[in-house]
């Protein structure tokens, strides 16, 4: 509640005096005076002894009398300076942590008992001393939001909302070292959180593995949200909902509202973080372990404002019975995010996002095949070929080692057939076809070679070289 002003007083003081104003009637008897002042009781929803109270008053003090005190005045009495000075404290240590957070601190660190003190009552007095959290934003950055109509599934389920946030650091020796950061998946129909983890980095492989925890525990949705990052629109993410029937939408660019439900839930995963940097957790393990207490305390089962009565996300979602969770096998959630791409084996290697995959001897050289992998970066893929055993590609490690004498498949099973052949050439051809067409020729058969020889050498190799004369019949005879 806001202080009052002084011209909020007098506004008030001004009803109050019109209220009354017949019953200053001097003519009036005892009695009309009496069923005049229940009347005015009544219709207005005050009391007699309230009006009598204005009365009294009004003569003391004229209209004075009949303004409201200020709420500092009525206020100062409900809380001690010891408790003020704490919550002072712990709103200066983090100048965005709410009010309900603060008396809840205080009550588990036995500051104040239990319900001794209300959130509306603490915020006017820390507004009033100059720590409300309106007047500590220059300390947090501040976000804007855009209009979005707003909007609701009909169950569970149905639509499931994704985003990525940064996250809390990991201290080593007391030092900032690594930032994680939060991948999230929420039911759009309960607002319950389905999955949150926290990650070193956020890659797809990441996103992927986070989505497979959500359907192991609650089963397949029927859509997702998520934004355009590069880790929603990765091939592994898009294989993995087109293998178990997920549809999967996109927002416009630059309209966080559109899924404003997980939005809101980064703030609260926002001040998470900041109590955790507090901690300066030592690994990622810890990290992750203080989140799960702090997501069923502060959103799971607590009361949300948004749902019907009030209900608890947990509540909302168990409840909805008419839609049961459909589960799949562990095998096809495993191996729903695998991708299948044509690739062609070049040099006994096919290339997979630039890394190249030794083929073993297969005969699958310079052939197109269907090579199959998973999102992480992977060892070795599978490579597929109609009419061939599929092989494992193992990942090329450039060594200084060199076989020369290996070779591969093909080029030994083309050096069997070779040998098998009938030891026909191209130059015997050339000479069957030219004695074909030129049958009174004898060029070719009188050639006799001379008795001498030279040696050549050609690359490096010393051939005898034959020469041959040829006698024609005219030089004969």
């Known amino acids: 509640m806001k202080k009052r002003t002084e011209a909020a007083r007098s506004r008030v003081a001004m009803e109050r005096s019109l209220m009354i104003l017949p019953l200053l009637a001097t003519d009036l008897s005892r009695a009309d005076r009496k069923a005049l002042m229940e009347k005015t009781a009544r219709d207005n929803g005050l009391s ?9 008053k009004y003569r003391k003090e004229n209209i004075e009398g009949l303004k409201p005190k200020a709420t500092k005045d009525r206020a100062r009495k409900a809380i001690s300076e010891e408790v003020l000075s704490k919550a002072i404290e712990l709103r200066l240590e983090l100048p965005s ?6 008396i809840y601190i205080m009550e588990t660190n036995s500051v104040i008992a239990r319900g001794e003190v209300k959130r509306p009552t603490l915020q006017n007095y820390l507004q009033e001393a100059g720590y409300g959290l309106s007047q500590m934003k220059r300390y947090v950055p501040s976000m804007g939001q855009n209009a979005a109509r707003r909007f609701q599934m009909s169950h569970r389920m149905k639509l499931v909302q994704a985003d990525i946030k940064y996250g809390p650091y990991i201290y080593r020796n007391g030092r900032k070292t690594t930032r994680v950061y939060w991948i999230g998946w929420i039911d759009d129909y309960s607002r319950f959180v389905l999955g949150g983890k ?11 593995d986070s989505l497979q925890d959500v359907i192991r525990k609650y089963g397949i949705m029927d859509a997702l949200l998520c934004d355009n990052g590069s880790q929603y629109i990765g091939k592994h993410l898009h294989a993995m909902c087109r293998n178990l029937g997920i549809r999967i939408k996109h927002l416009v660019p630059l309209n966080a509202a559109g899924k404003g439900k997980i939005e809101r839930l980064n703030r609260d995963v926002d001040h998470f973080s900041q109590e955790c940097n507090l901690m300066k957790c030592g690994s990622l393990e810890e990290i992750n372990a203080y989140f799960i ?17 009030g209900k608890s996300p947990r509540t909302v979602f168990d409840e909805d019975v008419t839609h049961p969770l459909v589960h799949v096998p562990e095998e096809l959630i495993r191996e729903a995010p695998y991708v299948e791409e044509l690739r062609t084996v070049r040099n006994g ?3 997979v996002d630039g890394i190249k995959f030794e083929v073993p001897d297969s005969g699958l050289d310079g052939r197109p095949v269907t090579v199959r992998w998973g999102c992480r970066k992977p060892d070795e893929v599978t490579v597929r070929k109609d009419g061939f055993s599929s092989v494992t590609a193992k990942r090329q490690v450039i060594t200084e080692h060199v076989d020369y004498k290996r070779r591969i498949t093909a080029a030994a099973e083309l050096e069997r057939r070779r040998a098998a052949s009938s030891g026909s050439s191209l130059l015997q051809a050339q000479r069957r076809d030219f004695e074909s067409e030129h049958p009174d020729s004898q060029r070719f058969s009188q050639a006799h070679p001379l008795s001498e020889t030279t040696d050549t050498v050609i690359d490096g190799t010393a051939t005898a070289v034959i020469k041959f004369s040829v ?7």
């Open 48 to 56: 007699v002894r309230t009006l009598q109270r204005y009365l009294k």
């Open 198 to 208: 926290f990650y070193e980095t956020q890659e797809e492989k990441n996103v992927v």
């Open 349 to 351: 290697c096919v290339s």
């Open 471 to 477: 006698m024609e019949k005219e030089e004969n005879k």
């Open 293 to 309: 207490t702090w997501l069923e305390k502060k959103h799971q089962d607590s009361p949300h404002s948004s749902l019907e009565e």
């Open 97 to 102: 942590r709410s009010v309900k957070d603060i």
